[in-house]
């Protein structure tokens, strides 16, 4: 081999290592430098490192949070796991979510989810996100309270018409979700879309109710602004509390986008690409996670990321 072809070869391969899109991630995406990002695929720091290089490609938080914004961020705090199980959002990126937002402007930056268990304040402790969103300026606020729930229409809903929603929820000026993703027992994966459910007063009427149409319906409603996927530690098994950091390795992924289906779109990908590389748990396509194409057909997003405009970016 020519010592030009060694080098060449080499630096590929090394880009292939340090970068996992490149050869079997997001293979459909384009990007156009000249125009703002719809979706950042981000891979290879923490989950705070990569949220910062992934905000400053998407144009900086100040794209999407004003001076006097009221910002509601809703992370995914439902168990009372700590962060190395994977069961909930990464409190250092939550944190720096919050910090962000102020630098931006915002007046308040207020953080809630309805959790799986009463002792909500505990499942905020726990988590560490409560600590971090308070050492950064920001409050939490009661997720399980009924008196916190109001009723409200859904009007493009199929199954779910009306629901009792999170005041939070309802015409924030601006709301951030950030799921963690995960593998679930009952709809095998949940991220952005399946991450609402926190917002609503009564989960079991969906699950009997077809659970993956309300979840596409209760996407008509809820206006979010940006969605950022929490794939740093990635539960594979045993979803959705955990059991063992040993089926939650740490895999270094973030999504940021404008578009919640595109974002649990790319996140199917990535659980199909760490679930075959790790030989745990179950690489599922796309067209298995029902409530994804289901909030397509309602308009709420696309599954196709080669309409937006999509930038891969490694910090390793």
Known sequence: MKRREFIVKTALGTAAATLPFSRELFAEAKNDPQK???????????????????????????????????????????????????????????????????????????????????????????????????????????????FMFVDHDIPRGKSLKHAKVH???VNPDVFINIPVLKHHGG???????????????DRQWWHRNNMPQCIADYSTYQKTTLTIVD?????????PRGKSPKFAPVSKYQI????????????????ASIAKRHG???????DEIKYIALAEELGVGTTDLSKLNMKRISVA
């Open 167 to 169: 005041k939070l929820t």
């Open 280 to 286: 745990m748990g179950k690489p599922y396509a796309l």
């Open 36 to 146: 703002p990002l719809d979706i950042a695929a981000i891979f290879g720091g923490t989950a705070a490192e990569m949220f910062e290089r992934g905000i400053a490609e998407m144009g900086g938080m100040g794209r999407f949070v004003k001076k006097g914004d009221s910002v509601v961020i809703k992370p995914n705090i439902a168990w009372d796991q700590p962060p190395e199980v994977g069961a909930n959002t990464d409190p250092d990126l939550v944190g720096l979510v919050v910090k962000k937002c102020f630098e931006a402007g915002a007046k308040e930056v207020l953080c809630f989810d309805h959790t799986c268990g009463n002792d909500w304040q505990n499942r905020y402790k726990i988590s560490g996100i409560a600590e971090k969103v308070e050492s950064n300026g920001g409050k939490m606020v009661a997720g399980n309270d009924e």
């Open 256 to 271: 940021i986008s404008t578009d919640i289906v595109a974002a649990d779109t790319a996140a199917v990908q990535i659980f």
């Open 231 to 239: 794939a740093y530690r990635v539960m594979l098994e045993h979803g």
């Open 187 to 201: 709809a095998k994966i949940t991220c952005a879309l399946k991450n609402y459910m926190g917002c609503i007063f």
